[in-house]
């Protein structure tokens, strides 16, 4: 058997000669409309439609960097989360779980914070037209999709504050012109998960038609945790998911047309923290969790095994979860984890065509969020515990005298989660957002749009940030957590904007515009409650604090202008100028303690705000198509520097979380696409490869002291890409056969932007394949999927574990703590699909 830098390798060959046989290379995405035909030449329906200057053109012909994935696409492969893209577009990375904002979207390198749910996106969330300001949707399965399309770069223009490093755009599917219903059973035998999903499409009246479409997914084994962790859910973490959706699409007359969504989606699982692993550091050993400057350590209880796929998530120590402040949802449940969001989606969206030559689009947005969750950020913590101190000066009772609430419930193999918490994600949005669009039949044509957005942010949650309550609970209330602080923080941002085409010849197109920002935002920061012992000495705010409003405002201007020129009737060449703004905003990660206390005595809360950031750059490139455009040949260059990049880092000895800007980050690379409607009647290829070069280019002093400087970005890899290849040939009358397979390889990449030694993952090769017979007219197929086939676990994000050993003196004979928390990807995935349409 061959070792795992072979594998690599041979992947990584077999990726650049498949580029070069493709002659370059295009996302497999671009044939996401072609497999449903054997025949060899491309049609009007094969034609790919995108909206990323908010009008729709083809892939081909828009001068942007776009990826589009197709409806058939996802489902062959049973793409239905927002991390499972990564396999089809090269520098994304996705980042699912965790307390904060939930997730993560990164696009060349750059992206937001995992940790802190106050920050935007750097990469914009579009679900079908309104901007989503909310990470936590990533950990929801989509369905029922017709396209998601990746927009690469700024795109602050036409997607507004949000999008400085690119845009994820999911389009669902709208009602057919006759009536469908479409059923889809499947059944995942390594995580042992089913899911079922069905629709029904058409039309109601001649004017009016619906789609009303659900899908339920329930994971047994979802995280498996390592051998004889203490859990009361079991050796395993299961995830449930419902989503729901009704679309009417309402044609009353030719000038008129609107299309409402309502999508209703409930998550529900076993924690928070889902793929989420501890690497032992360069000591090789699992340091113990370090409480209050060493009365109490707790042994970390994991095997340091990042690869095996098991995940050491112990339950709450009872000492530290056994009454917390109401009204938690995590009352009652005996530090037992659990998550569950609830989310409310409603757009719609209407045409009015005012004259022949302009039209008024309306696009409203309503989001309502509400994610409770409760789970352990020490990441492990099995008893027995013990006492640094003690065992330094030989006093065996140390621990009990000192630490009598831990020491109750001390015993071998006792759950002992510490840092836990039960946080609050609530959000309200509304936007609105308003375009007039020409259609001359001259050179000359215009957009001009008003975009107004209205946000009402929660995050609410108890915390054990110190672990008093390993000593006792409260005095007066009985809680056994250190405090419970809340921000309610309102968003008001309002912008205009406006783009002109103009044709300067038949082949040659100038466009460009402006978009004008303003964004104000107010957070009131409240502590009802801090533990009597903390509150009793000093660094700590008191029960009842209130901030007061803290206030942030800011406004700009992103311009942007593109030359565009037809060299041939498949040539496109383009250049491109571009800007992105991501708004700054107050920090919601602040605790009772540290930061907040020291900003309540000086009067100052200006350490809680972090700047706006800003991105401005260019990129030319060729969209080209040939023999009679069965092969495409794109290829983009890009250059574009990030000012003020938004960061968070965890000081895992003090545990607080440190909210700063760096300094500046510059990505410069190229993105090749092909693809080849094989002479073979059924066959497609296609390929992508992305060479990648973004670092850190001026100071950046991050929390540990080390200036950054010089550094790669994280989650940048200098290479990645993929190939692909479908095959649909017919074996019987009305019987298909389909195969179709994707390989994918990434090049290392630092995971974190702390010091030059953050944790850095290998290059890594992963393989996806489908095996399906069906009807030729489609209306059933059976399909053997798999994805990440050679079960390649990668590390997406890391930083310190929390309550880590300061080392030396204070340490008491423990070494300085060095594991890291790392996020990953899931494992292996094999389904059976059935599907049947009528």
Not at 744 to 766: K, L, W
Not at 809 to 817: I, K, V
Request: with cysteine.
């Amino acid at each position: 058997m061959r070792n795992r830098h072979t594998r690599i390798a041979s992947g990584r060959r077999a990726l650049f000669a498949g580029a070069a046989l493709s002659c370059l290379a295009l996302p497999e995405a671009a044939f996401a409309q072609t497999m449903g035909t054997s025949e060899a030449q491309p049609s009007d329906a094969n034609v790919i439609i995108v909206q990323a200057r908010r009008q729709n053109e083809t892939l081909q012909d828009v001068p942007v960097t776009v990826t589009a994935i197709g409806g058939e696409t996802l489902q062959r492969f049973n793409v239905d989360q927002v991390a499972d893209v990564v396999s089809r577009v090269p520098t994304l990375n996705v980042q699912v779980g965790g307390s904060g904002s939930g997730g993560q979207l990164s696009l060349r390198g750059v992206g937001s914070s995992n940790i802190s749910a106050a920050f935007d996106s750097a990469v914009a969330f579009d679900f079908d037209g309104v901007q989503i300001s909310t990470m936590r949707l990533v950990q929801s399965g989509f369905f029922d999709v017709e396209q998601i399309d990746v927009l690469k770069g700024p795109q602050s223009l036409f997607f507004g504050k949000s999008a400085s490093a690119g845009v994820f755009a999911i389009r669902s599917a709208n009602p057919t012109p006759d009536w469908e219903v479409g059923a889809t059973a499947q059944y995942e035998f390594e995580e042992e998960g089913y899911t079922l999903q069905g629709y029904i499409s058409g039309p109601v009246t001649d004017t009016l038609g619906i789609r009303l479409a659900a899908q339920w997914n329930d994971i047994e084994e979802f995280v498996a945790l390592e051998p004889d962790t203490p859990a009361a859910n079991g050796p395993f973490r299961g995830q449930q998911n419902l989503v729901t959706r009704a679309t009417l699409q309402w044609d009353p007359s030719p000038t008129f047309d609107a299309n409402l969504k309502v999508q209703y989606v409930r998550n529900e699982g076993d924690g928070a923290n889902q793929h989420t692993d501890v690497f032992c550091g360069t000591n090789g050993v699992a340091d113990p969790i370090f409480l209050l400057q060493g009365v109490a350590a707790i042994p970390g209880g994991y095997d340091c095994d990042i690869d095996d796929e098991f995940y050491s998530l112990p339950d709450g120590a009872p000492s530290l979860t056994g009454s917390v402040p109401p009204p938690s949802e995590a009352v009652g449940r005996n530090g037992v984890p659990y998550s569950q969001t609830d989310v409310w989606f409603s757009r719609l969206l209407m045409n009015w065509q005012v004259t022949e030559s302009l039209t008024l689009t309306s696009t409203t947005g309503y989001l309502d969020l509400l994610s409770e969750d409760f789970d352990c950020y020490a990441y492990g913590g099995v008893g027995p515990a013990f006492s640094p101190i003690g065992d330094a000066s030989g006093d065996p009772t140390f621990l009990a005298a000192n630490a009598p609430a831990l020491a109750a419930t001390n015993g071998p193999g006792t759950a002992q989660g510490a840092g836990c918490s039960d946080p609050t994600n609530g959000l309200e949005q509304f936007s609105q957002e308003l375009r007039l669009q020409s259609d001359f039949d001259g050179a000359f044509n215009f957009m001009l749009g008003l975009f107004y957005e209205d946000r009402e942010f929660l995050f609410e949650t108890a915390q054990n940030g110190v672990n008093i309550g390993i000593i006792a609970p409260d005095p007066v209330t009985g809680f056994t957590f250190d405090w419970d602080k809340r921000h309610e923080t309102s968003t008001e941002a309002l912008s205009v904007f406006g783009s002109v085409i103009f044709d300067l010849t038949e082949d040659l197109e100038l466009s460009g515009g402006v978009r004008y920002t303003d964004e104000s935002k107010t957070q009131v920061i409240s502590i009802p409650y801090v533990h009597g012992l903390l509150a009793a000495g000093p660094g700590f705010v008191q029960s009842g604090f209130n901030s007061g409003p803290i206030e942030f405002s800011d406004d700009n201007f992103s311009p942007e202008v593109t030359l565009r020129y037809r060299a041939g009737d498949d040539i496109n060449v383009f250049a491109s100028y571009k800007t992105g703004f991501k708004s700054g905003g107050i920090d919601n990660s602040a605790l009772p303690s540290a930061s907040l206390a020291q900003a309540v005595q000086t009067g100052d809360f200006s350490s809680l705000i972090f700047q706006s950031e800003t991105a401005e750059g260019g990129e030319i490139g060729v969209k080209s198509q040939w023999a009679g455009r069965t092969l495409t040949l794109n290829a983009t260059a890009f250059y574009y520097v990030f000012e003020n990049l938004q960061v968070q880092n965890f000081d895992a000895v003090n545990v607080q979380f440190v909210t700063l800007n760096a300094g500046e980050v510059t990505q410069q690379g190229i993105d090749f696409e092909a693809s080849w409607i094989t002479p073979v009647d059924g066959l497609n290829l296609s390929a992508n490869v992305a060479w990648l070069d973004a670092e850190f280019s001026d100071t950046f002093v991050t929390n540990s002291g080390v200036d950054l400087d010089g550094r790669d970005a994280p989650r940048a890899p200098n290479w990645s890409g993929n190939i692909a290849f479908d095959f649909l040939t017919p074996i019987a009358d009305e019987l298909d056969l389909g195969l179709s397979g994707n390989a994918v390889y990434s090049g290392s990449y630092f995971t974190n932007q702390d010091e030059f030694d953050d944790f850095v993952q290998d290059e890594f090769v992963t393989f996806d394949a489908n095996v399906s017979i069906g009807s030729s007219d489609g209306s059933w197929r059976v399909s053997l999927i798999g994805t990440n086939l050679t079960n390649e676990i990668f590390v997406n994000t890391s930083g310190p574990r929390p309550f880590l050993s300061p080392g030396g003196p204070g340490g008491f004979g423990l070494p300085r703590g060095d594991d890291k928390v790392v996020t990953q990807n899931r494992g292996r995935q094999v389904f059976i699909e059935t599907l049947f349409r009528f």
